[in-house]
């Protein structure tokens, strides 16, 4: 990609903005770690670039196309408003801007961010899904028979496990009642209830349109928990550094997958980015039995971007350092079909 193609880069804030705010301040925080991460290195780049911070005021986006007149917009915004359910609707927006932009499109983020909708395509295509019931506000809380215990309950369209708490985890219809209604109450979406998958959490990233890149596999790893105690990724697993500290969860590679369940993880997942319209890049969550069997979790189109973070550690292990993987996600927008 020529280094003198203009880049808007395309971030959510918490507040309404104005069309040239200055971010310095903001982007000195951990909270703006992926668009100073991502401005950092195209500045390497040498790519002249701008930054629009969005809230609510969609104009915004048409006016900084206006002024700036961008080769190609980075999109790192994941939620409109406060609410990360919507941002399948700002990829909306782009694709009729007629710019080229980073990532997934709408339909793969529409596809992959309902959970029960990504699983109901996958299990069709006989790919191995947990067990699921949906849960709708205003109906009757009622668990199918089929559905065993223990189960997993989180709502349907959040991200980066917001929703996801010790209490997700349910041994008994009281606590599905009461779990489900209070998903139903905070986040104003259906509750997703399905089988707990007892096994390792295996994070595996994916690069591409076409032809897919699979990087290097990364695994959340429960050190302190005990053996006998469910194990997964709750809010706090992943955000709280305390947390983290005093049970022994990190994130690091795999270790101990023979290369034949690495070929079969790598296949799995290049069909589920198919599979669900993903574009650009993603990561695929996925839980790994104790017998060897794989199975689906949820899909990340667009996930965090930071260079400290899983996607760019892995891509980073396949010998592609962070200024390159920000080059090849800036070429792939510039070839992706938005149909």
């Known amino acids: 990609m020529p280094a003198t193609d203009k880049v808007l880069v395309l971030c959510d804030t918490l507040s309404p903005t104005e069309l040239d705010d200055d971010y310095t ?32 005021n969609l104009d915004l986006i048409r006016q900084k196309i206006a002024a700036f007149q961008p080769d190609v917009i980075f999109n790192i915004l994941d939620c409109f408003k406060g609410n990360s359910a919507l941002d399948q609707h700002i990829a909306s927006l782009l ?29 069709y295509h006989r790919i191995r899904v947990p067990q699921f019931a949906l849960f ?33 985890f349910v041994e008994t219809d009281e606590q599905l009642t009461e779990r489900v209604a209070f998903i139903h109450e905070k986040f104003r979406q259906d509750a997703i209830v399905e089988e707990y998958i007892h096994g390792r959490e295996l994070y595996v990233s994916v690069l591409g349109n076409d032809r897919l890149q699979v990087f290097p596999i990364r695994e959340m790893l ?3 928990i005990p053996p006998d105690e469910p194990r997964f990724a709750s809010f706090k ?52 039995t104790d017998d060897g069997q794989i199975v689906f979790i949820e899909a990340n189109p667009n996930p965090i971007l930071a260079a400290e973070e899983d996607f760019a550690q892995s ?13 090849k996600i800036l070429a792939l927008a510039k070839t992706t079909r938005r149909e």
């Open 136 to 168: 709708p506000p205003g109906k009757k809380i009622v668990r199918p028979r089929w559905l065993q215990f223990p189960v997993f309950i989180k709502p349907t369209k959040e991200e980066a496990s917001y929703g996801i708490a010790q209490a997700s």
């Open 95 to 123: 694709e009729l801007q007629g710019v080229p932009f980073t990532g997934c499109g709408a339909l793969g983020l529409t596809l992959s961010k309902h959970k029960g909708i990504a699983k109901q395509v996958l299990g």
């Open 237 to 288: 697993a992943k955000w709280d550094d305390d947390y983290r500290k005093r049970w022994g969860i990190v994130n690091r590679f795999a270790h101990d997958l023979d290369a034949a369940l690495v070929k079969k993880i790598e296949r799995i997942c290049k069909r589920i980015y198919r599979l669900l319209a993903i574009t650009g890049y993603a990561r695929i969550d996925l839980r790994l």
């Open 222 to 224: 429960f050190q302190e």
């Open 315 to 327: 891509a980073a292990k396949a010998s592609l350092a962070y200024p390159q993987l920000i080059e």
């Open 25 to 56: 301040e903001e982007l000195k925080s951990p909270e703006w770690a992926v668009a100073a991460d991502v401005l950092g290195a195209l500045r390497v780049l040498g790519h002249p670039f701008a930054l629009l911070g969005l809230y609510d």
